[in-house]
C-alpha cells in the first residue's frame, strides 16, 4: 500500500441518497486530488487542494461536494446522483503543491454504483 | 482536451518477452510520470522523466522522452505474469494537475 487509504472501497447507493467518501494520507503530503475513473475514459481530475485550499474545481456538477478539514484528511460529500456517476473513485497526495515535479501517491479507489 | 494518448491500446505478449508502449501528448510539459494500476485498483507511480531529460531505467523498466516529437515509450524488458496490469503516461505542466491518457492493458501470459 502506498500510505494513502479510502473508506469504504465500495458503494452502493440510490440517486436519492446522501453519503461521504474519506481518503486519509500517512504521508505528510500538502497537496490532496480527486480523480474520477470512468470505463474507456482517461482518468479525470475532479478537485485539486494545497494546502487545506481548494485550488481547482474541474467544471464539477455542484452534487459533488469536496471538503479538506486538514492536510491529512479529504472527503468527498455525494448527494442526488445520478447513474453515469457509477465510476472508480481515486484519492491522492503529492508532497508539495504542483504536481510539475512529485509524484502523486494514489489511494486504491472507491467504486461507486448509483441506482 | 486529452493531452496523453497511449498506443497500443492492448498488448498481449509472453513472459519473457519485452513490452513497449508509447504515449504521444500536445502540449509543452514539464515532465512526464508512467504509472501502473492492476485491475480495479489505485495507480502506482512507476517513474518520472522531466522535459530535459532523455532517457530513464529503474529496474527492468526504460522510459524515453522526445519533446521535439511529444513522445515518450515506456519498455519493460524481460516481462513476467504480475507485470500484467494498465499503464498510463501522464504529463505535467507547473500547475497542480497530472493530465492521464486512456492507458495501454497489457497481459503477460506465463
Known amino acids: 500500500e502506498t500510505g494513502v487509504t479510502q473508506t469504504p472501497r465500495h458503494l452502493v447507493m440510490g440517486m436519492t441518497n446522501k453519503k461521504s467518501l474519506k481518503c486519509e494520507q500517512h504521508?505528510?503530503?500538502?497537496?490532496m486530488y480527486w480523480y474520477k475513473q470512468s470505463a474507456k475514459k482517461p482518468l479525470e481530475l475532479m478537485f485539486v487542494?494545497?494546502?487545506?485550499?481548494?485550488?481547482e474545481n474541474n467544471s464539477v456538477p455542484s452534487r459533488f461536494s469536496p471538503e479538506c478539514p486538514n492536510s491529512s484528511h479529504l472527503f468527498l460529500h455525494l448527494h442526488t446522483l445520478q447513474p453515469e456517476d457509477s465510476a472508480l473513485y481515486l484519492c491522492?497526495?503529492?508532497?508539495?503543491?504542483?504536481?510539475?515535479?512529485?509524484?502523486?501517491?494514489f489511494g486504491p479507489g472507491t467504486r461507486l454504483t448509483v441506482l | 482536451s486529452q493531452q496523453g494518448e497511449e498506443d497500443p491500446q492492448a498488448l498481449s505478449i509472453q513472459e519473457g518477452e519485452n513490452a513497449t508502449m508509447n504515449c504521444s501528448y500536445k502540449?509543452?510539459?514539464?515532465?512526464l510520470q508512467w504509472y501502473r494500476q492492476n485491475s480495479g485498483r489505485g495507480l502506482v507511480h512507476l517513474i518520472l522523466?522531466?522535459?530535459?531529460?532523455r532517457e530513464k531505467h529503474s529496474g527492468r523498466l526504460r522510459v524515453t522522452l522526445d519533446t521535439s516529437k511529444k513522445s515518450s515509450s515506456l519498455l519493460i524488458t524481460a516481462s513476467r505474469a504480475a507485470d500484467t496490469a494498465s499503464y498510463f503516461c501522464?504529463?505535467?505542466?507547473?500547475?497542480?494537475?497530472?493530465?492521464f491518457g486512456t492507458g495501454t492493458r497489457l497481459q503477460v501470459f506465463p
Open positions: 491522492a497526495s503529492s508532497l508539495a503543491p504542483g504536481a510539475g515535479d512529485h509524484e502523486q501517491f
Open positions: 504521508l505528510g503530503h500538502n497537496a
Open positions: 487542494y494545497s494546502l487545506e485550499e481548494r485550488v
Open positions: 502540449t509543452s510539459i514539464n515532465n
Open positions: 522523466i522531466r522535459s530535459n531529460e
Open positions: 501522464a504529463t505535467a505542466d507547473n500547475t497542480d494537475k497530472l493530465i
